[in-house]
Each structure stands twice: as structure tokens, then as C-alpha cells.
């Protein structure tokens, strides 16, 4: 049990790295207002290791966490787009400092004195590996994830090692985005009650691979994972012929007709520009969508409009 003392030592750290916190960013904006994305945050947590979950006024309904191995950075930047361009106010690490202190920074640069904050919604890029530690700290009722495959494997291993790491922070009531076309994405749907599923129809650049190319293990039974064929590696229409787990014929959303030459692709039946017309884009382009739909309720016409003007923020294709 805390004492009052003890509660009250709590809170007077939690002042005090605010005011750092807030010196610390007013000096690098005089030098450069695109740096210091995790600078102040780190700071602040040495004084107050609880920091993020003392700030106040965070409904975690509105709250969407952004995950996965590829593709974290441009969805993050493109949900945000979407919803800034319609008149919402976002709190978002936009610059990917995506562990717990890049989060301490975006949430320190916008609170008040008192460490209150206030935002329509709040969308944090999030490191695979570090979300159950940022968990802990903030909650969130939305939980978007790309794909989980091989990659920085001197740091993170197996994707099964990051798959098991998700798992633990999944919960029935969260609401969660899963890419219909990726097996590890699609299977952690089993662990909540609201599962939305984002797909792309197969396309001119899908291909297939020969029994020469190792498959993948089915992330329910082992197995190996069968692909009818490939909108990029690992990620297309699949199935487990031992336990029948497999992709939906047709994704909550799905995006229909590319045309990598014209940059288009339709949605619900209306045409859509590509701002990057590279296929692992369209996964991304669907997640965006499935979320405006669902946490926003933005009309097909509104997000289109999005497409129109959005350019990605430091991304790697820049």
C-alpha cells in the first residue's frame, strides 16, 4: 500500500520531469525542431521511471498501437495523415522513436504542466519486441498489426520469438487489425472478440515459388503452410492442410483492381490513387483504411481524398 507520502514523492517526480522534459525539447527546437524524437522522454523517465502511465487524460478507446516487422513507419505516418486531414487532433510519435521513451517524448511535448493531455485519438508506432513493456505503461484498446517476418534477425531472432511476445499482450476486448494475408498476423485473431481483417486481391506481381523454397510452420498446429500463391514474400492466400487454418477468401477490407502502371486500385468500388505504387504498399494502404473505417467512421469519399496529398515521412523508399 502507498502512503500519502509516498503518493506524494510520486507526483512531485512526475512534476519535475515534466518541467526537464519541457526544457530539455525548448533547447533542441532552438538548435532543430526535428530532432530530439526520444531525448526528453528518456530524461524524464530517469526521474520518473512511471512517466507515461502518469499522464492524465488518455482515453484508451482512442488509442491505437501500430506493430509488426515491415511496414510500422508508413502506416503510422498514412493513419495519421488520413486523420489530421479530416479534422482530428492526433498525438503520434510521427517520427518512429517507437520504444517507450519516443512515446514519453510525443506524450511530454503535447501535455500540460500538470501532465495532462488532450487529443481526439492517439497513434504510436511501436516496436514488436518492446510493446509489452509499453503496454504496461499505456494501455490501448486498438492494436494494428503489419506482418511478422524475418527481419533484424542479429536482434530479434525467429519471428515465432516476436509472435509469442504479441500474444502476451493481446486481450478479448481489444479491438485488432490483422493482415488476412500473413499467417502469423491472421492466427493471433484467435485471442480477441473483434478481430478486423485488411487483404489485397492477388495482383500481376504475385508469384509463386517451387517445393524447391522452404515453406512457413502453421502458427496453430506446426504444419507446414501452403501458399496459392504470393502478393509479396510470406504474405498472400495460404492454408494448413493438416488443420484447415487458413486466409478468408475475402478480407473485412480488401482492395481490389491494382494498376501498378496507372498508381490506382479500387476499394468498395471506388478508385483509389497509389502515392507509392509498390505492392508491399497496398497492405498498407488497406490497414489505413480498415482503421479510418472503424475508429473513425470516415466515408470511402474522405479517406480517398487522403490519398491524394499524402507523402510519407522519412520513410525508406525516400
Not at 530532432?35 to 507515461?52: C, E, H, L, Q, W
Not at 488476412?180 to 504475385?206: F, M
Not at 496453430?220 to 510470406?234: A, E, P, T
Amino acid at each position: 500500500t502507498i502512503t500519502d507520502r509516498e503518493e506524494a514523492g510520486i507526483t512531485m517526480r512526475f512534476y519535475f520531469a515534466i518541467l526537464v522534459g519541457k526544457l530539455l525539447n525548448l533547447a533542441i527546437n532552438i538548435i532543430d525542431k526535428k530532432r530530439g524524437t526520444n531525448f526528453s522522454g528518456k530524461y524524464a523517465m530517469k526521474i520518473d521511471p512511471r512517466f507515461v502511465s502518469h499522464i492524465k487524460g488518455i482515453d484508451e478507446s482512442k488509442v491505437l498501437f501500430i506493430t509488426g516487422t515491415n511496414g510500422k513507419s508508413t502506416t503510422t505516418n498514412f493513419i495519421h495523415h488520413i486523420f489530421t486531414s479530416n479534422g482530428k487532433k492526433i498525438i503520434c510519435n510521427l517520427e518512429g522513436a517507437n520504444l517507450i521513451y519516443g512515446i514519453a517524448t510525443a506524450l511530454l511535448k503535447n501535455c500540460s504542466l500538470t501532465g495532462k493531455v488532450s487529443a481526439d485519438y492517439y497513434i504510436f508506432e511501436t516496436d514488436e519486441r518492446f510493446l509489452p513493456l509499453i503496454k504496461e505503461q499505456l494501455h490501448a484498446k486498438n492494436l494494428l498489426i503489419t506482418n511478422l517476418q524475418k527481419d533484424q534477425v542479429q536482434r530479434n531472432g525467429d519471428p515465432d520469438f516476436i509472435y509469442r511476445k504479441l500474444k502476451s499482450v493481446i486481450s478479448e476486448d481489444m479491438t485488432l487489425f490483422v493482415n488476412n494475408d500473413e499467417p502469423r498476423s491472421a492466427s493471433l485473431g484467435d485471442l480477441s472478440n473483434k478481430v478486423i481483417t485488411y487483404g489485397v486481391e492477388k495482383h500481376l506481381q504475385a508469384f509463386n515459388k517451387d517445393e524447391t523454397y522452404p515453406s512457413m510452420a502453421c502458427p496453430r498446429c506446426g504444419h507446414g503452410i501452403k501458399f496459392r500463391y504470393y502478393n509479396n514474400d510470406n504474405i498472400g492466400k495460404f492454408e494448413c492442410r493438416h488443420c484447415d487454418f487458413k486466409s478468408a477468401e475475402e478480407a473485412d477490407y480488401q482492395i481490389r483492381d491494382i494498376n501498378f502502371e496507372n498508381g490506382s486500385f479500387t476499394y468498395n468500388g471506388k478508385l483509389f490513387s497509389m502515392p507509392y505504387n509498390t505492392p508491399f504498399m497496398l497492405y498498407n494502404y488497406a490497414s489505413a483504411i480498415a482503421v479510418a473505417r472503424e475508429m473513425l467512421n470516415l466515408s470511402d469519399e474522405d479517406i480517398c481524398k487522403s490519398f491524394n496529398n499524402f507523402k510519407n515521412i522519412s520513410g525508406r523508399i525516400e
